[in-house]
């Protein structure tokens, strides 16, 4: 029985089988207050309650050669059987491969107004390194400043303010995400580099352009089992749009971001970060374009790549105190930080493939509005299995709207009570 033909008690004990879910995070899961308006208050300010979202399991994730189950937060109907959809294609012909090289992070510390020349700072900075990655490590035990590099920069803005000294430590965050980490070696050195070159210390904190940690993702799909050579064709022509033109590049993108954010949000991940280095690196050579690459083999097959920095973190964060958060985690199962962002980006290339066959074939309104069409129908008053009678009804007529919702439930209504 496929995940989502199964009841909720099903899908629990089908949890316990693929995981290591015990029965205490079931019934977690189970206990939608499990996250208490006490963890709430203590995680933000004039807090007043818990905002609740669908958390849906998306199947057939095939990752450098294990399996995964990838917990997903969204509201959106469609994004988790897209993203089941997408990889079940690639797991036909092998799966994804993906690689992650480094965890590094960058810190940055602005100077200004210097007395001196922007040469002579950098002289001396160079000079005082080992002191500097002393004094940054001496905050952490873990997390590691490994290197810095300094850059100068011409103010751009229209106050020009004069040059800017850009101090940048990178940092080895192993399976951390690292923003609180950084920062704090951030401000540690500021003052040694105030003493060095006699400069002002503005900004002291570490950038979410994560280009030290870039993930790199790819997958066949086989022509057949995605409709086709002219479902391939069409959807090369819709990939050179979005290549080409950054009206559909950003819509394009959207849809890779929608399954990389729900996973993201679902483990406890800081996705605003992600997404914002997502979209800077889609802009990365001046014009901003999709962040996938599509193409054939010589038998026809389409090859998707997908290329993006990812700073994600298994400890520490929203993990250590969201429960929600943490059986995400233990249903993935990864161990690394590496590895959670490499899966995070197979959800993104599986996503962006079942968007473009939709697009390429049948068009995504078909798809995603006969998922839509539980929220109307639940909107227009029904409930239990009025739902799935209201719905297939609908579909059948392709006419799904709100007001036919109505006419529907007053129909069944009507022959119940036998008027």
């Known amino acids: 029985m496929k995940i989502y033909e199964m009841n909720l008690d099903q899908r629990f004990d089908y949890l316990k089988r693929e995981t290591k879910l015990s ?64 990889a079940k294609v690639a797991k036909n012909s092998g799966g994804f491969s993906a690689e992650c090289p480094e965890s590094l992070m960058i810190g940055q510390v602005q100077l200004v107004s210097l007395p001196i020349s922007p040469v002579t700072a950098r002289l001396r900075i160079r000079a005082n390194k080992k002191e500097i990655l002393r004094i940054a490590n001496s905050r952490s035990r873990s997390v590691v400043a490994k290197s810095l590099q300094v850059r100068e920069l011409n103010d751009k803005s229209r106050n020009k303010m004069g040059k800017i000294l850009l101090l940048e430590l990178l940092v080895d965050t192993k399976d951390a995400m690292g923003a609180n980490v950084i ?102 050579d001046g014009t901003y374009r999709s962040l996938t690459k599509w193409y054939k083999t010589r038998k026809g097959d389409l090859v998707g790549e997908l290329e993006l920095p990812i700073a994600v973190g298994i400890v520490g964060g929203a993990t250590s105190v969201n429960p929600i958060s943490k059986i995400g985690l233990k249903i993935l199962g990864v161990k690394t930080a590496k590895e959670l962002s490499m899966v995070l980006s197979a959800v993104g290339l599986a996503q962006n493939l079942a968007a473009l066959r939709a697009l390429a074939s049948e068009g995504i309104q078909k798809g995603h509005m006969r998922l839509h069409a539980r929220n109307i129908a639940y909107t227009a008053g029904c409930r239990g299995n009025q739902i799935d009678l209201v719905v297939k009804k609908m579909s059948d007529e392709n006419s799904i709207t709100a007001t036919r919702a109505k006419e529907i439930l007053s129909s069944l209504e009507n022959k119940r009570t036998g008027c």
């Open 23 to 86: 029965n205490h995070d079931i019934k977690i899961l189970r206990n939608p207050s499990s996250f208490s308006f006490v963890n709430a208050d203590r995680m933000v300010e004039n807090a007043i309650g818990v905002l609740s979202l669908p958390l849906g399991i998306a199947t057939n994730f095939v990752v450098n050669n294990k399996s995964y189950l990838v917990p997903m937060a969204t509201e959106e109907p469609s994004v988790i059987a897209a993203a089941s959809n997408g």
């Open 183 to 284: 920062n704090t070696m951030c401000e540690s050195v500021s003052s040694k580099l105030e003493d060095l070159t006699g400069g002002k210390a503005i900004l002291k904190i570490l950038s979410n352009y994560a280009t030290k940690r870039l993930v790199k993702c790819r997958a066949i799909f086989s022509k057949d089992e995605i409709g086709g050579k002219d479902v391939v064709e069409n959807i090369l022509y819709a990939y050179s749009l979005a290549y080409t033109d950054v009206y559909r590049a950003v819509t394009h993108n959207k849809g890779i971001m929608n399954g990389i954010d729900a996973a993201a949000l679902a483990t406890g991940q800081d996705f605003r970060a992600i997404e914002a280095a997502a979209h800077a690196y889609a802009a990365r």
